[in-house]
């Protein structure tokens, strides 16, 4: 006997929301993606998760929008500097895509304006919204993930990508230069934050809940940007 899902039952498909009436499944919604492109050229899909529009990959440019360009620190000598500096995960250029670059709280932070026209590093209250937008922190978490174990570990808690956000566990780089958890936690950068630390949003692989708290300047997170 075939098995159906009870009526009611929502599903993202990688494109649309679906709902199933128990047999057939029904589009819900149209899709209500867009794209942006950074000063390097690299193209990024968007959609409106709540009431903003965010990216739905890691950011991966090697310039500040006026043109400036970011130092690649890939030493950790270099890493420990107090200036604006980016890495690849694991110093692999290969990780590029899907990861992005991991970015230090020095260039989350910066002047210059690391986003696209039109778009920003979220601040705090960004990231509170989106978590209230999708029923709050202790729920959201797993509608911020990606599905499955390509990149997250086996236990991958409470997944499902329901926004289409897709966040991939890439961990961080610690302010020593050591690249830890991997698979396990997904971080990034807000925009402000209190003297040396800067604030951050994370989601752990055992749970669904997005975690909003303050890390030094000198690690290195993903970042998202949202428009402004």
């Given amino acids: 006997m075939d098995s159906f899902p009870p009526a009611g039952v929502l599903r993202w498909t990688g494109t649309n929301f679906e709902v199933t009436d128990g047999v057939y499944w029904y589009l819900l919604t149209e899709p209500k993606f867009g794209s942006v492109t950074d000063i390097d050229g690299n193209v990024y899909l968007t959609a409106y998760i709540g009431s903003r529009e965010w990216m739905l990959e890691n950011l991966r440019t090697t310039r500040f929008k006026d043109g400036t360009q970011i130092q690649l620190s890939s030493s950790s000598l270099d890493w420990g500097l107090a200036l604006s500096s980016y890495c690849w995960l694991n110093n692999d250029p290969n990780t590029n895509l899907p990861y992005g670059k991991l970015y230090n709280g020095y260039t989350a932070t910066n002047s210059h304006g690391l986003c696209?026209?039109?778009?920003?590093?979220?601040?705090y209250g960004d990231w509170?919204?989106?978590?209230l937008d999708l029923g709050g922190q202790d729920f959201c978490g797993g509608k911020l993930k990606e599905t499955g174990n390509l990149?997250?570990?086996?236990?991958?808690?409470?997944?499902?990508?329901?926004?289409?956000f897709t966040a991939l566990a890439a961990g961080l780089r610690s302010g020593n230069g050591d690249f830890v958890n991997q698979k396990l936690i997904a971080y990034w950068w807000a925009s402000n934050g209190s003297g040396q630390d800067v604030y951050y949003s994370n989601l752990y692989h055992y749970?669904?809940?997005?975690?909003?708290?303050?890390?030094?300047?000198?690690?290195?997170?993903?970042i998202r940007c949202v428009r402004n």
Wanted: hydrophobic fraction near 40%; charged fraction near 15%; aromatic fraction near 8%.
């Fill in 116 to 123: 696209p026209a039109g778009w920003q590093v979220p601040f």
């Fill in 128 to 131: 509170a919204g989106l978590a």
């Fill in 151 to 164: 990149h997250w570990q086996s236990n991958n808690a409470e997944a499902t990508n329901e926004s289409g």
């Fill in 207 to 222: 749970n669904g809940r997005l975690d909003i708290n303050l890390a030094d300047k000198l690690n290195g997170l993903s």
